[in-house]
């Protein structure tokens, strides 16, 4: 059974501190990873990773792939109030007759305190 | 559209009721996904659409849940004799060629709570 683990599960920081966020993943047929942050109820795209060891990057937010140690990490550094969020991993899988199926970890809570 | 538009935005429904959700793609999507996402978990894959194919239901978790969509258009999501268990939030996604990177949108889902 494909399967993703994210942690921590929640994490509570101070503004201006940075943080790194885990993703681990175990799936029959990897395609992609991807990282969105939840703040309501959509989720809204951060980044889609494909390659392992090539960091993307989008302004205080990045995010790289091992696939080799099935993980990938998202790093928000000088956190700010706005970046409180939940985020998502999920992966893609190749193959098959659905395409673009992701399946989800659980999700890690981030508080920022001002 | 714009955007993946879902109504309604909240339902609130007595145990043992059935209940419609709907959700509209962006214009030219070809594929639709449904995921479910209950409190505090990440989301659970429900069912995909692509084009004229047949649908890939395998996430549905029982044979109340339902889901249809005409051609690329609207999809309704159909949830019968509602469980206090289907209380979450239903998302719904839409892509332009079934693949995470062709432009995969999120809907702002439906939240449904079963009393």
């Known amino acids: 059974e494909d399967k993703v683990v994210q942690s921590p599960l929640s994490l509570v920081v101070h503004e201006g501190d940075t943080v790194t966020l885990n993703c681990s993943y175990e799936?029959?047929?990897?395609?992609?990873l991807l990282w969105y942050k939840q703040e309501k109820k959509a989720p809204t795209f951060l980044f889609m990773l494909t390659s392992s060891g090539i960091e993307k990057k989008s302004g205080r937010l990045s995010s790289i792939l091992d696939k080799k140690e099935l993980f990938s990490i998202l790093n928000i550094t000088a956190t700010q109030t706005g970046d409180s969020a939940v985020y998502l991993c999920a992966v893609e899988i190749a193959g098959g007759t659905s395409y673009g199926k992701l399946t989800f970890g659980q999700g890690t809570i981030l508080t920022v305190h001002p | 559209g714009a955007g993946v538009s879902q109504s309604p935005s909240n339902k609130v429904t007595e145990k043992g009721k059935d209940v419609e959700l709907r959700c509209d793609p962006i214009s030219g999507h070809t594929a639709l996904y449904w995921y479910r996402q209950r409190l505090g978990q990440g989301l659970e894959f429900l069912i995909y659409f692509q084009g004229n194919s047949a649908p890939d239901k395998s996430g549905l978790p029982s044979d109340r849940f339902s889901a249809e969509r005409t051609g690329e258009s609207v999809s309704t999501l159909t949830i019968q004799r509602t469980q206090q268990e289907d209380s979450a939030v239903y998302l719904c996604?839409?892509?332009?060629?079934?693949?995470?990177?062709?432009?995969?949108?999120f809907g702002s889902g439906t939240r449904l709570t079963v009393v």
């Open positions: 799936v029959t047929n990897f395609r992609s």
């Open positions: 996604a839409s892509s332009s060629q079934g693949r995470a990177n062709y432009g995969y949108t």
